[in-house]
Structure formats: structure tokens, C-alpha cells
């Protein structure tokens, strides 16, 4: 049983590119969610999904897009990458709200330079 | 603004002796409360939960602690191991909402 799946596990990107971060889950989660962790900071939602088709910005959004086309799919995009955006980007998945707790995937480490 | 406070960074423990771990919260909207453990290079892992209803839910060595009139939770882990040595963040989530919202972090380091 795979989870959530993400890939790359590492990027290095210049100032300026683009890339979209990918994310898969085989649980068949409605909710799925992309994360940002800082050193000595705790996650940060960025962008959020409630089902295929369905998108919401969270705390974090600026300099990010998302698309919902699968239940299983989410991917990450980033525009035009800053070193702000230097972090690790962590994909998740859950059941309906409730008490169903987040399954994670393992991050996402990219560094703009 | 953060909304989920864990105040202590570090936290060092010998092998067999007990870890505690505080977390405080500010938004009273919060009905759910989630400690997760992460080892480098890997994603978090659920450990434990517990709703508002309770001030207590226990699970094997993991015990949390709810005190809603402080707005405060605790995790005891009771023995701690080597392997319990990582990140613990504590999340909480308001009735209703399935997002959740993390503290930064308490580094747990077991001494052998």
C-alpha cells in the first residue's frame, strides 16, 4: 500500500523556473492538501482540496497554483520559483474532515537559488 | 498568527524515564487536537488524538492530556525509547474543518 506518494524528493531550481511538485494518493481520499515547512516552523497549509474539481487557497498560497483533475492526483505548481519558496513541501491526504487524521507523504525538499 | 504554540524547541530525556511535551492553542473554535511524529528525511506520522469531549486518551506508552479551560495539551511517553527520538508536532482542527493547524515543533532527543 503506497499512501501518498511525491515526487521529486529533491530539486534544486534558478530564480525565475518553474516546476510542479507531484502528489498521488491510493486511499481514496477525498481531501488532499499541500504543506510548506520552514526550519523551527511548523506546517503551513498552502493550498487545499475537498475533491476533484474543488480548490481553496490556505494560509500560504501566494506563488503557488493547484489543480484537482482525480481523486488521486494533486499536484503542486510554482510559477516562477523565488528563494522564499526555498523549503520542504509536504502532500497529504485524508478522509472526510471528522477525526480522520492526515496521512503524509515523505516531502518534498527544493531549494531556489 | 499562530494559533498552535509548542513552546519548548528541545527537549532531552535518559532512556526509560518519561518525555512531556506541552502544546497551547489560542483559537477556541478548536475541538480536535493531533500529535504527529516525524524522523528526518521523512513525512509525519500520526501518533495520537483527542476530541474536546475528553481530557484524556491513552495508547500504549503514549498518553495525551486535554485541559480546555487553559487551552493547553500535553503528550507523556512513558518509558521513552531511542527510537522515539524526533520531531513531535501537536495540530488542531476546528469542529467541522478538516484543516489542520501545526505548532513548530518539539525536537525529542532519548539518551541511551
Known amino acids: 500500500n503506497a499512501g501518498v506518494t511525491q515526487t521529486p524528493k529533491f530539486r534544486i531550481l534558478k530564480i525565475g523556473q518553474s516546476m510542479t511538485l507531484q502528489c498521488a494518493q491510493d486511499m481514496n481520499h477525498n481531501y488532499m492538501y499541500w504543506y510548506r515547512q520552514d526550519p523551527g516552523m511548523g506546517l503551513k497549509l498552502i493550498y487545499y482540496?475537498?475533491?476533484?474539481?474543488?480548490?481553496d487557497k490556505g494560509e500560504v498560497p501566494n506563488g503557488y497554483n493547484v489543480s484537482r483533475s482525480t481523486t488521486e492526483d494533486f499536484p503542486l505548481r510554482l510559477e516562477l520559483a523565488a528563494p522564499s519558496q526555498t523549503s520542504v513541501y509536504f502532500c497529504?491526504?485524508?478522509?472526510?474532515?471528522?477525526?480522520?487524521?492526515?496521512?503524509f507523504g515523505q516531502g518534498t525538499r527544493l531549494t531556489v537559488v | 498568527d499562530q494559533q498552535v504554540k509548542q513552546n519548548s524547541p528541545s527537549l532531552s530525556v535518559q532512556e526509560g524515564r518519561i518525555s512531556i511535551l506541552n502544546c497551547d492553542y489560542t483559537?477556541?473554535?478548536?475541538?480536535?487536537f493531533l500529535w504527529y511524529k516525524k524522523y528526518p528525511a521523512e513525512g509525519p506520522t500520526f501518533l495520537i488524538s483527542i476530541s474536546s469531549i475528553k481530557d484524556k486518551n491513552e495508547d500504549g506508552r503514549f498518553t495525551v492530556f486535554l485541559n480546555k479551560s487553559a487551552k493547553h495539551l500535553s503528550l507523556h511517553i512513558v518509558p521513552s525509547q531511542p527510537g522515539d527520538s524526533a520531531v513531535y508536532f501537536c495540530a488542531a482542527r476546528a469542529l467541522n474543518d478538516y484543516k489542520l493547524s501545526f505548532g513548530a515543533g518539539t525536537t525529542v532527543t532519548v539518551r541511551a
Open positions: 483559537n477556541s473554535m478548536f475541538d480536535y
Open positions: 497529504a491526504s485524508s478522509t472526510t474532515g471528522g477525526s480522520a487524521e492526515a496521512f
Open positions: 482540496s475537498v475533491g476533484a474539481g474543488i480548490t
